[in-house]
């Protein structure tokens, strides 16, 4: 598995971690991996819903010392 790019959003509310995450894949070609570092509360449910919205596949996340660390695969 490659590295994911990582999309730093720590101190940033909603929506800038999705709208980083989402000019981060336009670009990217399918299979492309994105940790997207966030303490927004919001994430913990925003992420997961976009990425289904959006055909992407969310692989989950992880508790950081500060937030989380969200794994997401462009699938398309």
């Known amino acids: 598995m490659s590295e994911p790019v990582v999309i730093d959003t720590l101190g940033l509310a909603c929506p800038i971690p999705i709208i980083r995450l989402a000019v981060a894949m336009d670009d990217a070609e399918p ?7 966030s303490d927004d509360e919001g994430a913990k449910v925003d992420i997961p819903v976009w990425c289904r919205m959006k055909r992407q596949e969310y692989l ?11 794994l997401v695969r462009k699938a398309v």
């Open 31 to 37: 299979g492309a991996l994105f940790e997207v570092l």
């Open 60 to 70: 989950g996340r992880t508790d950081r010392e500060r937030g989380w660390a969200f």
